[in-house]
């Protein structure tokens, strides 16, 4: 079983324990068209970890949150939320995003508030996880980022998908997370 698959196992047997049931229900896979379809709309190539998580889970079945990141997208909801981005990126004044600044950045990232080599993973109106091709110097191109919808990039999570996932499934595992019923999602202890 690759790193992947056992990733997603930890997490799926930690959330059948730990939540009630279908907080998270993890989608079927993508098929190859579909990724692909993807990856012509966004002009690059998925890295290995990510195609091979699509064709596992594309996203969530009933729009669930990946512990307090928001939806986990699928192969169609991560276009539609990167055209969002693009269409935004067009509009006149807009760029910089409405709190955007880089002195805030912790870790390889561009100054730039958004560009199209930021691929949303995750969606929580806004702010989430992204998969950034294009890092800073020092950085990885496929590392994991976090992203608020009004100050841009924040920091990395993770050089890759499947180090995040990973350490996604270790904080689990650790207790690092609970499931909060007020906010119906995980998140840290006292995080609401």
Not at 2 to 17: M, T
Not at 64 to 70: K, Q
Request: charge should be negative; glycine fraction near 10%.
């Amino acid at each position: 079983m690759s790193s992947i698959a056992q990733s997603w196992q930890r997490i799926g047997a930690w959330y059948a324990q730990n939540t009630p049931k279908d907080t998270l229900v993890l989608a079927d896979g993508a098929s190859e068209a579909e990724i692909a379809e993807l990856e012509a709309a966004l002009g690059q190539r998925l890295p290995d970890d990510v195609r091979e998580s699509l064709a596992l889970h594309n996203g969530a079945a009933n729009e669930a949150y990946l512990l307090y990141f928001g939806e986990l997208l699928s192969t169609q909801r991560m276009l539609e939320v990167w055209q969002m981005y693009a269409d935004m990126q067009k509009s006149e004044g807009w760029g910089l995003g409405p709190d955007y600044n880089p002195d805030y950045l912790q870790g390889p990232l561009r100054p730039v508030y958004w560009d199209a080599l930021r691929i949303p993973l995750t969606d929580n109106c806004g702010d989430g996880a992204m998969l950034d091709l294009a890092p800073a110097a020092g950085g990885h191109a496929g590392q994991i980022i976090e992203f608020d919808h009004e100050g841009g990039p924040k920091g990395v999570f993770a050089p890759s998908f499947s180090a995040w996932l990973a350490l996604l499934a270790d904080e689990l595992e650790q207790g690092k997370h609970v499931y909060i019923e007020d906010a119906g999602c995980v998140a840290p202890p006292g995080t609401w």
